[in-house]
Every structure is written in C-alpha cells, then in structure tokens.
C-alpha cells in the first residue's frame, strides 16, 4: 500500500537511499491508524502521525524565450487578459519582463448591452487603441503579440461561453480572434483561452508567500511539500477552483494546471437555517433536488444569502440598506458586506457565505489532500482580507471552523498548508505565463514552416 507517487526520484540513488526506510516506516503508522480507525467502526478519529518537514520549495517558471527568426527584427509582445464574470483585466507585456506596460480595466455588462455578442471584441479594439497612444514606438506593421485570456467558464475548441453573463451571450473565441484582420486585432497572431483558474494556478506558483499570502493554518510555509499538489479556490462573481500536480520523475517541468468545475457541486447545508436556505434556492432557482455552491459561495451568492433572510426575517430589514441592496444590479454582495454590523441580517448573511466558503474550500482539501498548498483566491478573498478580516482570519472565525468541521478525518487538514491572497492579479499572472509557452510553441511552428 506504499504510495509511490509520495517518492521523489530525483536523483534516484539519494531518494531511495535516504527517504525509502523512512517512507515505509510513516507509510506503515498512517495505515495501521486507518486500520485501528475502521476496526472501531468509524468512531475513533483518524489522527495524522507527525512526518517530516520538507523546506517550502519556490516553483520557478521557465526562463522566457528568446525571439528567434523569423522573429528577429519584430516588436514581440504578450497580452494577457483576466475575463472573469464581472470585469475584465487586459495587460501588456514585454517578453522579457513581469510589470506590464499597459494595463485597463472593463466592466463586461457595460458592454454586452451595447455591443452584444461582440463585446470583447469591442473591448479588444479599445485597448489596442489605447496601447499604441501610451506605449512609445510601436509600429502596426512590426507588432507580434501573441496572447493568452483567462477565463470563467468552461472552454471548449479554444472558446469561452460565459455562463454567468448575460444568458451565454458573452463569448470569447481565440481562434476567431488570432484569424482576424479588423483594426488592429490583426496584430494578434496567436490567442490561447484557458480556464480563468488554470491562470489563478499559474499565477500562484508567482506568489511571494511572505508578503502576497495569509497563513490561515499556522506554520503553513514550512509545511509545503514541494512535489505536492496544489489547488485553488476562489470566490468573485462565481467560485473557481483548479488543481497542479507536478511530475516525480521531471519535477525541473514544474507544475501543470489542470481546470475544474467544482464550484458547481451540490451546496451542502449545516445548519438547521441553511437547511431552509437551501429549500429557498431550490425554489427560486426551479431545481427539485439541488443547488450549486456556487449559489452561496460568490459575490451573487452572497445576495442570494441576504435575500432569503430578509423573506425569512422582515421584521429585522433595515429599510433605508435594503433599498440600497434592491437598487445595486450586480454588486449586491458588496452593499451587503459594507453593511455588516454585528447582529443584523447583512452580519448574519457574511456569516453563513465565510462559513459555506470554509466547509467547501475544506471539502476540496478532503479530497485532493494538497500537501502543496491550499491557496483561497479570488476578489472576495482579497477584499475580506483589507476589510473584513474576521470573517476568515483566526481559528474561531466561521471560515476557519467550518474548514476544519470534517468529523473523523478533520485532523487531517491541520497538516494541508492553507493560505488566503491578498492580491487579485492572479489570473493575469498566470495568463502571461501561458502566453509565453505559446509564444514558444508559435516560434517552433514558424521554425518549421
């Protein structure tokens, strides 16, 4: 029952010789716990034996690509873009440097009322405009720029629909994108869709743990293994969540990001208001048997969280907020975190999103067992953080609690290292990273041809 991916083979001489004896020894402790746990029927817990502690391991990217022929003499670019279901983030990068030279922001239902299914194209066509007024010297003629979006939904044939935007009208579509030659999109040679928490992946290999990162498990740093896997969770407009694993065999590879849909697994309940919460989403909703956690755990979580207490309890609306909530569109969630105050039903909606939040991030720790990291992203964790810390931050904060309310396996996410994010550029880290693998892979096609 030796676990051999737990065996790190590089170099294999040294790993077999000096982590073999000690693996078995562990491996031998960890089965003979489980064995006493099902011997007594479940009822005792599973208790993790103590093993020993490998440094945390920086994941360095590849070294950028050179620009080789027939390249040479191109002013070569990266765009990378973070599309997520509320705004997007466009940057521009140099091959050679991470800080972008140009970034912009947009607010996607802005332009999906007026420009439909060509809103990001739309989108596109401004920011290339106002790249070639802000960065010095760029010619149309010379500009290379291969590109990579992140984004928040599932990606079929190099495009995205966008489920949680107007109905699926928003869709980006790389290879319509790379083929064009309207304005100034023909400069774009290359555009790679990838899911926008394989970017969060990426990107937080990028992280500075130090500075970028609260350890919500103490000692968490120092508890990475670095041939573990990671994963991310993070709410914004939806719940994203990703998962990397890294090869034993070629770990000098680093880690390759896989996506995941499990922010669309079923909303579990637990507590006897939750429980009615549920049977008011199901209602609203129109689903017989279940609700995504999705519903609970995001930024339209959130309101749908405050909506229902305030149908359940209106005699504690407070009349002048509430209207401010029924007036916000879809920032909702945000009337309702700045109107948190102990006791009233904002307070009590945050309380059961950081729980739900905590129980979910929890559950996907259950079953990947991350010993590299779990890493809680996303713009609501960022902004919980500069904000409204308690509600994430500490052992007895309803994140935290209900994180480790997993019954007779909870010890062992007390040895899974957890941390939140501050930042929010994640995705556009990430997306970078991956148009530099594409400007590597679009040079050797050239090449060939």
């Given at each position: 029952?030796l676990?051999?991916?737990t065996?790190?083979?590089?170099?294999?001489?040294?790993?077999i010789?000096?982590?073999?004896?000690?693996?078995?020894?562990?491996?031998?402790?960890f089965?003979?716990?489980?064995?006493?746990?099902?011997?007594?029927?479940?009822?005792?817990?599973?208790?993790?034996?103590?093993r020993?502690?490998i440094p945390?391991?920086?994941?360095?990217p590849?070294?950028?690509?050179?620009?080789?022929?027939?390249?040479?003499g191109?002013?070569?670019y990266?765009?990378?873009?973070?599309?997520?279901?509320t705004?997007?983030?466009?940057?521009?990068?140099?091959?050679t440097?991470?800080?972008?030279?140009?970034?912009?922001?947009?607010?996607?239902?802005?332009?999906?009322?007026?420009?439909?299914s060509?809103?990001f194209?739309e989108?596109?066509?401004?920011y290339?405009?106002?790249c070639?007024?802000?960065?010095?010297?760029?010619?149309?003629?010379?500009?290379?720029?291969?590109?990579?979006?992140a984004c928040?939904?599932?990606?079929?044939n190099?495009?995205?629909?966008?489920?949680?935007i107007?109905?699926?009208?928003?869709?980006?579509?790389?290879n319509?994108?790379?083929?064009?030659t309207k304005?100034?999109?023909?400069?774009?040679?290359?555009?790679?869709?990838?899911?926008?928490?394989?970017?969060q992946?990426?990107g937080?290999?990028d992280?500075?743990l130090?500075?970028?990162?609260v350890?919500?498990?103490e000692n968490?740093?120092?508890?990475?293994?670095?041939?573990?896997?990671?994963?991310?969770?993070?709410?914004?407009?939806?719940?994203g969540?990703?998962f990397m694993?890294?090869?034993?065999?070629?770990?000098?590879?680093?880690?390759?990001?896989?996506?995941?849909?499990?922010?669309?697994?079923?909303?579990?309940?637990?507590?006897?208001?939750?429980?009615e919460?549920l049977?008011?989403?199901?209602?609203?909703?129109?689903?017989?048997h279940?609700?995504?956690?999705?519903?609970v755990?995001?930024?339209?979580?959130?309101?749908?969280?405050?909506?229902?207490?305030?149908?359940?309890f209106p005699?504690?609306v407070?009349?002048?907020?509430?209207k401010?909530?029924?007036?916000?569109?879809?920032?909702?969630?945000?009337?309702?975190?700045?109107?948190?105050?102990?006791?009233n039903?904002?307070?009590?909606a945050m309380?059961?999103?950081?729980s739900a939040?905590?129980?979910?991030?929890?559950s996907?720790?259950?079953?990947?067992?991350?010993?590299?990291?779990?890493?809680?992203t996303?713009?609501?964790?960022a902004?919980?953080?500069?904000?409204?810390?308690?509600?994430?931050?500490?052992?007895?904060?309803?994140?935290?609690?209900?994180?480790?309310?997993k019954?007779?396996?909870?010890?062992?996410?007390?040895?899974?290292?957890?941390?939140?994010?501050?930042?929010e550029?994640?995705?556009?880290?990430?997306?970078?990273?991956?148009?530099?693998?594409?400007?590597?892979n679009?040079q050797?096609?050239?090449?060939?041809?």
């Amino acid at each position: 029952l030796l676990s051999v991916s737990t065996l790190h083979w590089k170099p294999l001489e040294r790993q077999i010789n000096t982590k073999l004896p000690l693996m078995i020894t562990e491996n031998a402790k960890f089965i003979a716990t489980i064995a006493a746990a099902a011997a007594a029927g479940g009822a005792m817990a599973l208790t993790m034996t103590n093993r020993q502690e490998i440094p945390a391991k920086v994941a360095t990217p590849p070294p950028p690509p050179a620009v080789d022929e027939p390249l040479v003499g191109k002013q070569v670019y990266l765009l990378a873009g973070d599309i997520g279901g509320t705004n997007t983030r466009l940057a521009l990068f140099s091959t050679t440097g991470k800080e972008p030279v140009y970034v912009d922001y947009f607010r996607n239902l802005d332009y999906v009322n007026e420009f439909g299914s060509e809103a990001f194209h739309e989108m596109l066509d401004k920011y290339l405009e106002q790249c070639f007024k802000v960065v010095s010297g760029l010619k149309e003629s010379d500009l290379v720029i291969v590109a990579c979006f992140a984004c928040a939904g599932p990606i079929s044939n190099n495009a995205c629909e966008f489920t949680n935007i107007a109905d699926g009208l928003f869709v980006i579509d790389g290879n319509d994108i790379a083929e064009s030659t309207k304005k100034l999109r023909g400069c774009i040679k290359v555009a790679k869709i990838i899911n926008d928490f394989v970017g969060q992946g990426y990107g937080a290999l990028d992280l500075d743990l130090a500075t970028e990162t609260v350890e919500l498990t103490e000692n968490s740093k120092a508890m990475i293994d670095p041939f573990g896997p990671k994963i991310c969770v993070g709410a914004g407009t939806g719940l994203g969540q990703c998962f990397m694993t890294i090869s034993s065999h070629h770990p000098e590879f680093g880690y390759e990001c896989f996506p995941s849909e499990g922010g669309h697994v079923e909303y579990a309940p637990r507590s006897d208001v939750e429980i009615e919460l549920l049977r008011h989403l199901k209602t609203k909703f129109e689903q017989q048997h279940r609700v995504s956690v999705e519903r609970v755990v995001s930024g339209i979580g959130l309101a749908n969280v405050y909506e229902f207490l305030a149908g359940r309890f209106p005699e504690q609306v407070d009349k002048e907020a509430h209207k401010k909530f029924l007036e916000a569109g879809d920032m909702q969630g945000k009337v309702v975190s700045e109107n948190a105050e102990k006791g009233n039903l904002f307070f009590q909606a945050m309380n059961i999103f950081a729980s739900a939040y905590g129980s979910e991030v929890g559950s996907a720790g259950l079953k990947f067992i991350p010993t590299g990291g779990i890493y809680v992203t996303g713009g609501i964790t960022a902004k919980l953080l500069e904000y409204n810390p308690e509600y994430l931050v500490g052992p007895q904060s309803p994140f935290m609690k209900a994180f480790h309310d997993k019954g007779r396996v909870a010890p062992l996410l007390s040895r899974v290292p957890l941390f939140a994010v501050k930042t929010e550029d994640l995705g556009l880290r990430g997306a970078r990273v991956s148009a530099l693998r594409e400007l590597t892979n679009y040079q050797s096609t050239l090449a060939l041809n």
